[in-house]
């Protein structure tokens, strides 16, 4: 099984932004502990701050893995062309956030990619990719 996990904007920044509300440790450490969790499944990682990337990357993804997981950070709030690209792919996304965003300020709690998203899953800190994973290996 192949996922690929999309991380949008800000999240390169993980560890060293808003420990009070990521956490105090950054992706890369993060997803080496994910890829020994897992060790049945691939798991890549992709990030970057731009929409367009982020757009592209799902395109390229889009149609060969198993599953995309994708925090797509405040272009969750903005972006109409994510949303669109989700729908325009054939592999299941699940939308994954960090903190609760129904917690936060009420911009946080409008997203265009739960509709088109297989799930969601937030909230639980970085162990939310944990559950993303294992929602794709009960299919």
Do not use: C, W
């Not at 669109?84 to 990619?113: C, M, Q, W």
């Amino acid at each position: 099984m192949r996922i690929m996990i999309i991380n949008g904007p800000n999240l390169n920044l993980l560890g060293k932004r808003e420990p009070e509300v990521y956490g105090s440790t950054t992706f890369e450490t993060y997803f080496k502990q994910l890829q020994k969790k897992f060790p049945k499944v691939t798991l890549e990682y992709y990030q970057s701050n731009i929409e367009g990337e982020l757009i592209d990357k799902l395109h390229e993804v889009g149609f060969t893995y198993d599953g995309i997981i994708l925090n797509a950070g405040a272009y969750t709030h903005t972006s109409i062309g994510i949303g669109d690209a989700i729908k325009g792919v054939t592999t299941p996304v699940v939308e994954v956030h960090i903190s609760n965003t129904f917690g936060r300020e009420a911009f946080r709690h409008l997203s265009y990619i739960s509709p088109v998203a297989k799930g969601v899953i937030l909230g639980f800190g970085l162990p939310s990719y944990d559950l993303a994973v294992q929602s794709f290996e009960s299919k």
